[in-house]
């Protein structure tokens, strides 16, 4: 007979004669839609070995400096020869006496193990990283992957004319394509027939920001070195540009694409002397100078930023504690730059400050600038900006930046289950998620495996619930967004009822952390949503009212809904590139609508909308319920040939049954209680099934042979 073999980063771990490492395999609880549950082993003992302490590096010693018991350690398991757990982890629980007590992780866990904790904003998008113009705007109405820039109104549009600001739209990505970058970035596949969905295909997510991830701030931020410098002057006043950024003495300048151009001290115009700048706009300037041959009344030291000419520092009289000496002073935070124009815009040179002396010596002894780009929301004219509104034609949209840093990739995914209906399960081998709706796995009645033959009754232990965690009404809810004060409380939210006095009221099962959106009519009785961001507008110097973008919003979703309109055409409006005149586009075919919910088309996101697209099956095996843990003989071939998405048939009472879980499987052809849910197609099969249990004229057996070990609960759903 075939002993358990169990390794650990690829080692073999010694196991004890009477050594019982029990699996339970699961992946989502029909009592619990919420989350997705991993397979598990009880808690067991490793004897402290001689080889067992060598891999473990002597973990049960308090001296050990080990990590492994702070670690999701690579474990492998094999039963009869076959490997039952292929991906795994094992955690050292703690160590007892002679043993260490041990517990096994697998299944969907290695899958949310990598994501967890990442964000979608932390996603490789570069590729969908654009130029933010009305060209790429307009370009993206056709786009059914990437991005794409739908008719949204945050603020700015109205129902008597079809004009809309291209300043004022915010781009969306498709959902799709965020979910096959999750996967993608993880290492892994993904498969089920949603992915080839058309309506799954059209669903975009929203946020309305345009910020930057921390990635790409940290990779278009720069500090560096103020080369030093002697000027002498008298009489009129001269001008030099701040200028010779030099990197030698910094390690973390980074300047990927020539976003500065480094050029050297001088005291003209010249624009070989200035700093060319693209997308940043935040400067930190620290400077050490020393000045000689300072007169009160003549002598002048200014440091000038902004557009207007507005002082930094004035180097103040001998009498006021300046005039001779050396001086260090930091300026931080310059967003108002000095411009030289030619009245196109790609020709914008910025400084970020400029020197005005006369009738003294300075010495530049020392100095340091850095900059990044700023933040926020572009086009705005707060603070709150990418650029201060003269960016429009220039300035980087970074994709990953502009999901903002609402939701993880793990809460997407979870959203796409929940709203479709998903159960997910992992093949290690191939590392790959399998996605199946629970409709299609009563679908799978017809190719159902026969278990009649595995179940063992003369065992006399079997146990039948007759209800779950679910409540009389269930509901499905969107999460409500306190800055919409035009949506309707309640927006998108849905409900189940299930017929059992005995359950409680109500229960929210879920709240999936993205938001509803209300539908108007607006540019000439046009579908729209309303997302009210936009608290005020300002003119931009082509005449184009800028969108002031204020207000926190929640994330949405919304469906793809580009289409030909008739009654006239849709008017983007822009600056153009020769300033300072305004572009405008116009187009009545792909026009890039997108909505919620609408009466009359065939999907909807509210959740009344899709319990009857994706719900209706699992509803069905929820009223008059019948879930039974009954003694079966599992094999280890069962067990390597697992699919939760297969139905299993049983002739005693000719019905067909969900595995919900086989708990503490141990090995070749041990007696193993399985709980199974059963797959209604009428309602008559709930009281056949009872008239089957009942036929064995035995009671429920509530021994704890019937119960999964309570040592490992708390991790389960890790």
Known sequence: MLNDRLFINEQELDLSPDT?????????????????QANFSNQFKLPMTRNNKMVL???????????????????????NGIEVVTVGYAIIENAEGNFYNVTIYSGNTDFFDLIEGKLLSDLDLSAYNHTWNAANIIASRTNVSGYKYPVINWGDLVNTNRDVYAINQRPAMFVHTLMDRIFSEAGYNKSGAVLDDSNYK?????????????????????????????????????VGQWAGLDNHLTNDFFDPSNKVVLATWNVTQALAGKILLKERDMWHVKLKFEISGWVNGTSIFKIINGIEGVDIYTHPNSGAGG????????????????FDIDYTLTSIYRQPVKIIFQNLTVNIIDGEVSGEPLNGNAGSSTTDTIDEGYVWNRAIIEMAGALGND????????????????????DPLTKTIIFKKFDEIVAAIPIAKDWTDKLHMEDKQWKLEFRTKYAQKNWLKYQ?????????????????????ETLPIKKDLFTVPVSASKMEKQLVELDVPIIRKIESTVVDFAGVPVGDFKTDAAPRILVDDTQDIIGGDVNYIYSNTSFPLLGTTSFSTNVPLCYFRLPGKAFNLDFFSQLLYNYQGLIACLDKSKKAT?????????????DHFIPVYLAQCGLYFYINKIINWIKGTSITKVELVLLQRDYEDAIQFAGF????????????????SGEVSAREDN
């Not at 490492?21 to 029909?30: K, P, R, S, V």
């Not at 278009?220 to 410098?229: D, G, L, T, Y």
């Not at 005039?323 to 000095?338: K, M, V």
């Open 693 to 708: 249990l009942r036929n064995y004229e035995l009671e429920e057996d509530g021994s704890d042979s019937l119960e999964e």
């Open 407 to 426: 939701i993880s990739q793990k809460q997407l995914i979870q959203t796409v289950a929940q709203i479709e209906g998903l159960i997910f399960a992992s």
């Open 630 to 642: 009954l003694p079966f003989k599992i094999t280890t071939t069962d067990i390597e040939e697992l």
């Open 323 to 338: 005039g001779n000496g050396t001086f260090t002073h930091t300026f931080d935070e310059i967003t108002d730059f000095q």
């Open 20 to 36: 019982v490492i029990a699996l339970t395999f699961q992946i989502n609880d029909l009592a619990e839609l919420k989350d997705r």
């Open 57 to 79: 590096e002597d973990a049960d010693m308090a001296q050990s400096v080990t990590r492994k018991p702070y670690r999701k350690l690579p474990a492998r398991v094999i039963k």
């Open 202 to 238: 059209k669903i975009l997510y929203v946020n309305g920001d345009l910020k930057h991830s921390d990635k790409f701030m940290a990779e278009r931020s720069f500090r560096a070195h103020i080369e030093p410098a002697s000027f002498t002057s008298v009489g009129i006043g001269l």
């Open 480 to 500: 409500e967004d306190s800055n919409d004060k035009d949506i309707i409380k309640g927006t998108g939210n849905g409900y189940f009822t299930v017929d059992d």
